[in-house]
C-alpha cells in the first residue's frame, strides 16, 4: 500500500486540485457579478469614440441608439439588448467596430471603432468616396471631410453605397501610395495631390513647383521618392525650378526630366543669335 502511494503523482494532483479550486472560485466570482448586474438599473451611458478623425460623433451615437433602442437610463441592464444595440450602430457606413458592456456601476459603455480614412478617390465620372486604412471603400460626408490624399483622372472603379475592398490595379497603386505617404511628414506635406494620366500612370500635384512628376505605379515608392529628393536637393539648385516641366521617376535608375517650352524657346533663339554673328 505504502509502495502505491509513493508512486502517485502528488504535484500533479495538487495542480489540477489547485486548478479546478480556481475555476470554481472565478465561475461563482462570475456568477455573483452577474447576479449584482441583473440587479441592476443602467445609471449612465458612456460613449468612447477614439481616433484622429471625426467622421462619428458621441452625438451621432446617442441618436441611433435612442431612435432604435428607446432611453437606455433606468432600464434593467438584464433586459437591454447589447447586441441588437450592436448591430444597429454597425449599419453606419463610418462605424467600423463596436462593443457594448456593462459596469457594475451600471454604466454602459459603447466603444467606437470609427472608419480612419487615408484616400479619397474621384473617378473620372465624378463619383467619390473614401478608403479606409484597411483597403475598404466608403461613403463621403456631408458633415466632415479629413484633410488626407485626393486622386482623381482616368480611374474607372465605381462606388455603389456599399463597403467594398477596392478593386482595381490603378486604386490599389493609389491606394499603396497614400498609405506610404501617411508614414513619411516630408512627403505628405509636399504632395498636394494624386493624379492619373490617359495611360494610367500615377503623376503627383506638388505643393512646391509646378512640374508634372510622373510616378508611375507603386513599386519601388522608397526609390522612386528618394529619386525625387536627388532631383529637389541637387538637380534644381543648379537649374533652378521653372527649368524643366516633367519629371519622371518611372525607369530604374536614372530621373528623366523634360525641359520647359520657355526654356527650350530661350535656347533656339540663344542658337540663332549665335548662328547670325
Known sequence: ?????????????????SWCISVTGLL?????????????DCKNIKIIVPGTQAFVSQMDVFGIIEENNGALVGKPLKYLPFQEIEDKLKLNPFIKQVRVF???????????????????IINNVGND??????????????????????????????FD???????????????????????????????EQLYVNEERDIEIVPRVGNQKIILGDADSLERKFGKLLV???????????????????????QIVCE???????????????????
Open 1 to 17: 500500500m505504502f509502495d502505491t502511494l509513493k508512486n502517485i503523482n502528488w504535484r500533479k494532483i495538487r495542480y489540477i486540485l
Open 28 to 40: 461563482v466570482l462570475m456568477s455573483f457579478i452577474n447576479a449584482k448586474k441583473n440587479g441592476l
Open 102 to 120: 456593462s459596469d457594475m456601476d451600471g454604466t454602459v459603455n459603447v466603444k467606437i471603432e470609427q472608419r480612419e480614412a487615408v484616400l479619397r
Open 129 to 158: 468616396f473614401y478608403i479606409d486604412d484597411a483597403g475598404v471603400k466608403f461613403p463621403i460626408s456631408k458633415l466632415y471631410a479629413p484633410h488626407i490624399t485626393v486622386a482623381n483622372g482616368n480611374i474607372t472603379e465605381r
Open 161 to 191: 453605397g456599399k463597403q467594398d475592398t477596392i478593386m482595381s490595379k490603378t486604386v490599389k497603386d493609389l491606394y499603396k501610395v497614400a498609405t506610404f505617404l501617411t508614414t513619411d511628414s516630408l512627403w505628405n506635406s509636399q504632395v
Open 231 to 253: 532631383f529637389y536637393k541637387q538637380i534644381v539648385p543648379k537649374a533652378g525650378w521653372g527649368t524643366y516641366k516633367s519629371v519622371n521617376l518611372k525607369f530604374s535608375n
Open 259 to 277: 525641359k520647359a517650352d520657355s526654356i527650350i524657346k530661350k535656347e533656339n533663339n540663344n542658337k540663332q543669335h549665335i548662328n547670325t554673328h
